[in-house]
């Protein structure tokens, strides 16, 4: 059965990237009812950052590394697995300082595996999670699709080279934007961005 893998990182209560970014699954779900949702919530779950140990265990082959080394990868290869199980990525951030949050930098950090996940050829790196789409909402208090602050939205462009690397090219994008405008400019960026994962999901 396939799966929907969706991660969110916020760790705002009442986040706008959490919540759209569930409701665009759930509309993924709702299209293709045969697909699960694999949730993580990588703000209230927050995976371990890499270390010395794990950069050393994931150099080796898995029944050549230590116990200790066999521990340290063990969360990395469940999130390898749960990408690779998966045919559609959701993907919810806010935007911080310019780009995404840490918990969420953790996540690829941990699924950016060479032989797993992306592969070195003599014509240079070759991405191995072929054949899934994904989506991206970003939430931030200003506008960063277009005009003058574009050139500080550091989130979609380095999301998109991440994801690329590893193979997965088809990507959409939900801005959810405008926020800090006031109640108004928030309602319609809201409205905006749910007509936009309705269309997404009728298109899936």
Known sequence: MSSILLLTSSP?????STQIATELADALKTQNPGKTIVHRNLATSPLPHIDDLFTAAIRKPA???????????????????E????????????LINFNIYSSLKTWIDNIARAGRTFTYTETGPVGLATG??????LASG???SDGPAAPLNHAIPYLKSVL???????????????????????????GAAKARTIELARAA
Do not use: H
């Open 142 to 144: 200003g506008v960063y």
């Open 164 to 190: 690329g690397f590893i193979g997965i090219s088809d990507v959409e994008t939900v801005y959810v934007e405008g926020l800090a405008f006031g109640p108004e400019a928030a309602e319609k960026a809201i």
């Open 63 to 81: 029944d050549a590394r230590t116990a200790e080394e066999a521990e340290s990868a063990k969360v990395s290869d469940q999130l390898v697995d």
């Open 12 to 16: 705002r209560a009442d986040s706008l």
């Open 83 to 94: 990408l690779l199980a998966a045919d559609t990525l959701v993907i919810g951030t806010g």
């Open 132 to 137: 899934k789409k994904a989506y991206i909402v």
